[in-house]
């Protein structure tokens, strides 16, 4: 079931990738100022939302764990986290590569990125914690639950404070006027990289209960061997 | 709830003033960066006061992450903390006594170098001293509200203290940026040229969000230290 | 009114897959003197420590006093604890530990119960010493001394007699005898040491792989006969 079910989204964001490269590189026409290079735009804004709505789903996720203490809340968290991480990291790389011909640079300390960057390593921080964790895996899960929450708390004040911060350097248009066909090729690549985040996201998830899964066998084994008697 | 707050903040008290592992060692520190500052950008002239702020701040943080990772290095030592966790002690009363601690500990480091600072960087608070302690605590109390919370998880990994500056700085970076603007609006309101009121109209954008982000974090803390300090 | 009464209902803890306790109902009257046996790594630290508040099960409910010590603050501060390690802060000298402990516990008259427990374990003399530089032994008395300074109704013994000499481990023994003798404090100790609460016990649990596998009544007897009771369940392990 899960397996035919994990074939089907594949193939969904197969096409789905399909229809957005055509949507993004020759149904959307080429933008009259900035040229081909807009064309990054597409990938840029979805994966923005896509890491966004993956920490919003590590906050949620992180609550849920500590009320309820069930595994999968915590699977839900590490998956969404190191794809909110990765996403954050090609808005990231697809900024800069967007910017250069733009900007003249390839980096500003310009507020959405430097609000992207902020929010990426407080979430690296959140990876770091759960790998080099000393004590038992229960409390690696709570100390990771804790800054999931902690965290996302400082997201609006990351984005109140870099705003204010460096308003004078906002190069991000507030407002974007957009032509017909390049709302579709928009909406197209959106749902493109969505759904390829749900994909991933369940597929770790999946790979996260079969290593949960391999240690508990491997625990059971090393307690039945017996590691009582001096 | 108090009585406990203050006890365990007088015995943290004590032990610094029998072992003094934190202050001295907190203070030089504070020293050695701002002359890493001053020896990087080839300080003095015009450029002193732009980046005056930034570099007290810079110092602050990074001494202050210092004295951060010894919060629960006493408590450690000799399972300490359990003793702490089996009195009648409610866990919250422990995280604002360990927080309370950070505090204290990150205003006097403050307070000793800023006369030193003053003169290394001819800056002058004058009139505005009040606003200046004000500033100081505030962010000081941004740092030791998420400190203390991070300095209990990154005393049980295998990072240790490494771990402490990898989850504060990313986090601190808002309260960061208001704390050198508010600073930054201290000292340029303290030239002798100019003449104003005992506080400064535009520094109270940058206090209110100090004070905000304080807040937030150690009211959350309190409700998530319980999580953070279970067996 | 004896306090300290423990009832542990189908208490589990878990580590993983590991269960470090497994489903074990205990339930020991107010007064008693409870002695924890098993082999190494049974469990009985794990149970000491859930028994102390210190480790929340992750099934099953633990009562003292009819409350549970993780969460109540009452009931905590009828417990007791002496563990592996002596608790105490190296930096402060043995007066300022006991009387830090005090105001944890809210003791009224700290200064005098501060001075009375040195003397009761012979301390008064060092007591302006840092623990640090204290011995072993020392640091070993002036742990139990913290850990009954608030007179807990439960008291929780982990290798009391570890580290202390013949005379040291008879005044421990003395110790309890008078407490048992009072009947206001239960005891439940976990010891190798079997020969110096042999005439104490009321009691024995021994644990085997988080289990509970014999929990009974002692009567009294010599001590092969309770040493065999420990160690009657350890066998073909």
Known sequence: MSRLASTGLAFFVFSAMVAALYAVFLYAPTEGQMGLVQRIFYFHVSSAICSLVAFS????????????????WDRLAVASAELGVIFALIVLITGPLWARPIWGVFWRWEPRLTFMLITFLMYVAYLMVRAYAAGSVEQTRRFAAVLGIVAFVNVPLVHFSVNLWSADQQLHPQKVELAPEMVVARYVSLVAVGSLFLFLLKRRMELELASQTLNRIRQELDGERGDDGP | MIKGVVAILWKDLRVEWRSRERLGPMVVFVFLIILVFNFSFELGGSALHEIGPGVLWSAFVFAGLFGLNHTFATELDNNCLDALMLAPVSHSSLYLAKMLGNLLFLLVVELLSLPFFCLFFNLSPGLYLVPLVAVLTLGASCLASVGTLFAAMSSNSRL?????????????????????????????????????????????EPVSFLLVYSIVFTTLALMLFDQVLED | MTTGAVRLEQVTKRYGALAAVNSVDLEIEAGALLLMAGANGAGKSTLLRILAGLIRPTQGRVLVNGQPPHSSLESRAEIGLLSHKNLLYDTLTARENLLFCGRLYGLEDRRETAEAALANVGMSARADTPVGTLSRGMKQRLALARATLHRPGLLLLDEPFEGLDRRASQALSQRLTDLRARRETTVVVVTHRVDEVVDLVDRVAVLERGRLCCDSAWRGGSLEELQALC??????V
Do not use: C, N
């Open chain 1, 57 to 72: 789903l590590v906050f949620l996720a992180s609550i849920q764990y500590l009320r309820r203490r069930e595994e999968r």
């Open chain 2, 160 to 204: 240790r203290e490494f771990l402490l500056p990898l989850l504060v700085l990313p986090m601190i970076y808002p309260a960061l940026i208001w704390a050198v603007k508010a600073t930054a609006i201290v000292f340029e309101h303290s030239r002798p040229s100019t003449t104003g009121a005992f506080w400064p109209g535009s520094l109270t």
């Open chain 3, 231 to 236: 160690d009657s369940h350890l066998q073909g």
